[in-house]
């Protein structure tokens, strides 16, 4: 697939996602094998009048190359001068929000709502395409509602205003996360237009990650929700997708380990107060399943010393190894009940039946 300079075949995408993919979590995602990395979206208007966050959301480093600004907003004139604004951060590529679902977004007329404004979504992209010479691409939905899907439409239209690719998640605006993907409405785009369309939805699984391939005929896929607590899913899907070798599942050590790195990045990137606050509500993904989690969460919530944080971690990690060595956890984290068959299995294998 080919934007601009960037020419990867079948990428794996982490999608932009508000509150998630910021500096630290992309830079995550990047170490473990995600192919271009995306930031949150940003408001145009904000970036416009300078407001601190936005700038902060919008500012990108080399070692997450390629890497793409999300804009959003309501108006032509906003869009270019923000397009122009961030194009000063020299992201490698610029992307235009035309998907988001929520109120904030969409009831201002930004994002999904411009669906249903089609002359209104081409003037923006082609505005912006004309103000900036980084390439310009677009994320979008399939449609506002399901009487009014219109994909084959809209990506016609992007193509036509100067977008280099389109990202289509392959809901509509008011399913917002319901129900699952329409992965053959995104291989209508494909067919529809001939710039790279990259699929997005629903991807939780490497296995996932080539059957949407599959099915969709895309350029590249975007995985958003199923990367949150598991960055493991890039080399998981690339090693799939590209060379047809299936990754082992990650150890519980791996993923107690990308906690620590995930915080210390967080830590590096937002000040210890800020870094070690935003890190709570990751936790429990990336424990997620294992012995004692829930008691562990409750300590790491408390605590805001990045040093006793690692400590905490690194002694649920020596927890879990004394499981393991009694039998009671798998490397991959699965816990064992003195109930489970498999415990009585591994007693059998490892020593005599008789004592069971
Ligand atoms: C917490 C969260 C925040 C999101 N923020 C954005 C955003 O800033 N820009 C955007 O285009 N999509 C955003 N999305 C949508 C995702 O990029 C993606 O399209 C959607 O989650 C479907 O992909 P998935 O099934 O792989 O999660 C967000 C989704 C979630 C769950």
Redesign the pocket.
């Known amino acids: 697939m080919r934007i601009g300079k960037i020419d990867i075949d079948r990428p794996v995408i982490l ?7 910021d500096r630290a979590f992309r830079q995550l995602c990047k170490r473990h094998g995600a192919d271009i990395v ?4 940003i408001s145009a208007e904000a970036l416009r009048r300078g407001v601190e966050k936005s700038i902060r959301k919008i500012s990108v480093a080399d070692h997450e190359r390629p890497v793409a600004v ?1 804009i ?1 907003g309501n108006t032509v004139e906003s869009m270019v001068e923000a397009a122009a604004i961030a194009e000063t951060f020299d992201p490698d590529y610029l ?1 235009i ?1 035309f ?2 679902p929520v109120k904030k977004v969409a009831g201002k007329g930004a ?1 999904a709502a411009l669906l249903k404004e089609p002359e209104k979504l081409s003037a923006i992209a082609s505005a912006v395409a004309k103000a900036v010479s980084i390439p310009v691409t677009a ?1 979008t ?1 399939i449609g506002w509602d399901h009487d009014s899907i219109n994909i084959t439409e809209i990506v016609r239209r992007l193509e036509d205003s100067g977008m280099q690719a389109v ?1 289509v ?1 392959g ?1 509509t605006r008011s399913d917002m ?1 319901k129900g699952t ?1 329409d992965w053959d409405r995104i291989a209508e785009a494909k067919s529809a237009c001939s710039i790279p369309v990259i699929a ?5 699984t490497a296995d996932d990650a080539v059957a949407m391939f599959a099915r969709t005929g895309a350029d590249g896929i ?7 607590g598991n960055p493991f899913i890039f080399a998981q899907s690339v090693s799939l997708v590209r060379e047809g070798v299936r990754l082992p599942a990650p150890t519980y050590r791996e993923r107690i380990r990308v906690a620590i790195d995930h915080m210390r990045l967080s830590v590096e990137y937002k000040g210890e107060k800020h870094g070690i606050l935003e890190m709570r509500r990751h936790y429990a993904t990336y424990l997620k399943g294992l012995p004692g989690v829930s008691k562990v969460r409750n300590e790491l919530v408390r605590e805001l010393d990045p040093v006793a944080i690692v400590e905490l971690l690194e002694s649920f990690e020596a927890h879990c190894e004394a499981l393991e060595r009694e039998g009671r956890l798998t490397e991959s984290g699965e816990y064992l009940n003195d109930h489970s068959p498999r415990l009585i299995l591994n007693y059998q294998t490892n020593t005599n039946p008789t004592t069971i």
Do not use: L
């Open positions: 999608a932009p996602m508000e509150d998630v993919t995306y930031t949150e979206f999300q959003f992307d929000n998907g988001c994002g994320k939905r990202a998640h809901r996360y993907a997005n939805g629903d991807v939780w975007m995985i958003g929700r199923g990367s949150i």
